[in-house]
T-cell receptor
Framework: KAGVTQTPRYLIKTRGQQVTLSCSPISGHRSVSWYQQTPGQGLQFLFEYFSETQRNKGNFPGRFSGRQFSNSRSEMNVSTLELGDSALYLC??????????????FGPGTRLTVL | TQLLEQSPQFLSIQEGENLTVYCNSSSVFSSLQWYRQEPGEGPVLLVTVVTGGEVKKLKRLTFQFGDARKDSSLHITAAQPGDTGLYLCAGGSSYKLIFGSGTRLLVRP
């Protein structure tokens, strides 16, 4: 069974630009979560989608948004990039349970550098 | 705000030694997961514990969930260089995982 794939793996942008990251979950998984990982803040939850609906959102500004498609693939978008957005962005998929997110399987991440 | 604190932050030990990593919170979690992350990769799930007092063993790794479901520990017996990595605990809460700050383990040959 193929794992979680994320594209692109590396990205360099300049301040003010916007970026779209993509995530393809494990086949059969309906929940996709996004996390930001930085040396200073560790792994922080961005948002979680289940069957195209956002069920939870972390404490990030509105510049961070996401969506999920009917095939469970997900994208996240960051607009008006800031230097502090440089991070490893991780996507995780899970079966998605009615009352909790369940065991998550992570992709390799997208390394975003903002110059 | 739910927080998970891990200790120690860094650990450098000799091959063959034993170690314990702790994960503590003031909040109750419905489940707690342990992950290991290696450079350039995403975290990999090691175990999930859901019942207070639960103990799970995976070869040389022993995981324990506190009775009150607020804390957990990971014990590694006879550590090997292949155990080197970042160990993360994560508590399940309302469709998201709250991660601890991690314990970076280096096992020297």
């Amino acid at each position: 069974k193929a794992g979680v794939t994320q594209t692109p793996r590396y990205l360099i942008k300049t301040r003010g630009q916007q970026v779209t990251l993509s995530c393809s979950p494990i086949s059969g998984h309906r929940s996709v979560s996004w996390y930001q990982q930085t040396p200073g803040q560790g792994l922080q939850f961005l948002f979680e989608y289940f069957s195209e609906t956002q069920r939870n959102k972390g404490n990030f500004p509105g510049r961070f948004s996401g969506r999920q498609f009917s095939n469970s693939r997900s994208e996240m978008n960051v607009s008006t990039l800031e230097l502090g957005d440089s991070a490893l962005y991780l996507c995780a998929s899970s079966l998605g349970l009615r009352d909790r997110v369940g065991e998550q399987f992570f992709g390799p991440g997208t390394r975003l550098t903002v110059l | 705000t739910q927080l998970l604190e891990q200790s120690p932050q860094f650990l450098s030990i000799q091959e063959g030694e034993n170690l314990t990593v702790y994960c503590n919170s003031s909040s109750v979690f419905s489940s707690l997961q342990w992950y290991r992350q290696e450079p350039g990769e995403g975290p990999v799930l090691l175990v999930t514990v859901v019942t207070g007092g639960e103990v799970k063993k995976l070869k040389r790794l022993t995981f324990q969930f506190g009775d009150a479901r607020k804390d957990s520990s990971l014990h590694i017996t006879a550590a090997q260089p292949g155990d080197t990595g970042l160990y993360l605990c994560a508590g399940g809460s309302s469709y998201k995982l709250i991660f601890g700050s991690g314990t970076r383990l280096l096992v020297r040959p």
